[in-house]
Structures are given as structure tokens and as C-alpha cells.
């Protein structure tokens, strides 16, 4: 009986595992039409004289998500800054332990204090289709949406990351 119990969360867990990997890696596919829309600024507001601030609002959603998206991406990877001058020395089944408790006592609480302070914020922007105050252009509820999925993001790795078994440690 716990052996079928053990294989379920295995399964869940991969299938955690591979939402999140998708999700994080369609994300990062952002930075090119992102990046082209903050080149095309320039040449929209001084030579066509037009379409400027649409490029600008387009690009401050495509931002907003792409950060949303590359905090957990680098948190998966191991890749973000860390302050792990000290634990760089320590064994590694040692700093994995290390990461879970951190997972599991500041991960885990602040993605779901944010869903949960977030959320009326999002809901309420999304049911309106809020638009951008200064430009009143279509899309502002993205921003807005981009905090309730960088916290959802944080907190499902922090889940994957605390009940992961040792046989999953390498990605």
C-alpha cells in the first residue's frame, strides 16, 4: 500500500516537474520579441512618429512575464545570485538538505503569502481587462497577472524542490 502511495508522488512530482520545465522554458522564448520592441521604440517615435507607446506597452507585458518566468528558471537551474559563499564548502548531500529546509521555510511561505496578498489585486485587473493608465492601450491586467504567476512559478518548484527524492536531484 505505501509503495503505490510512493509511486503516485513520483508521478506527480514528475509531472510537476515537467508543467514547470515547459512553462519556464516557453517563457524564455520572450526576450526576442521583447528585445526586438525596445530596439523598435526609437525608430517608431522619431521617424514614423507613430506606434511608439503601443511598442512600449506591449514590451512592458512581455517583460513583466519574461521575469516572471526567469526567476524560477534560474532558481531550476541553480544559476541565480546566491549568497552561498560558505556552503560551497559543505558536502552536497549537506547543501541539498540546506535547500530544502530554505525551500520549505522561505519559498514556500512567500510564494503563498504573495498568491494570497496578490490575488484580489490580479483577479480584479484580469475581470476588467485593465488597461495601461497613461496610454489606456489593452494589456496592463498581464503586468498585473505576471505577479500571480511568478508567485504560482516560485511556489510549485518550491513543492517539486521539498518532496523530490534523492534520485531526482540532478535535473
Known amino acids: 500500500m505505501s509503495q503505490l502511495k510512493l509511486d503516485r508522488t513520483k508521478r506527480w512530482l514528475v509531472v510537476l516537474d515537467r508543467v514547470i520545465a515547459a512553462v519556464t522554458a516557453s517563457g524564455l522564448a520572450l526576450v526576442l520579441p521583447l528585445s526586438l520592441l525596445l530596439f523598435l521604440q526609437w525608430p517608431l517615435r522619431d521617424l514614423l512618429q507613430a506606434y511608439s507607446r503601443e511598442a512600449n506597452d506591449l514590451a512592458q507585458w512581455l517583460f513583466a512575464l519574461y521575469v516572471s518566468v526567469a526567476i524560477t528558471y534560474t532558481t531550476r537551474n541553480r544559476s541565480h545570485l546566491a549568497a552561498d559563499a560558505f556552503a560551497r564548502r559543505y558536502a552536497t548531500a549537506k547543501r541539498e538538505r540546506l535547500y530544502r529546509v530554505a525551500s520549505m521555510c522561505v519559498l514556500l511561505p512567500w510564494s503563498a503569502f504573495m498568491l494570497f ?18 496610454t489606456y492601450n489593452a494589456g496592463y491586467f498581464i503586468v498585473k497577472s505576471a505577479v500571480g504567476l511568478a508567485a504560482l512559478l516560485v511556489l510549485l518548484q518550491a513543492i517539486f524542490d521539498v518532496f523530490r527524492g534523492r ?3 540532478s535535473r
Open 117 to 134: 496578498a496578490a490575488g484580489p489585486m490580479v483577479m480584479q485587473s484580469v475581470l476588467q481587462l485593465e488597461r495601461f493608465p497613461d
Open 167 to 169: 534520485d531526482s536531484e
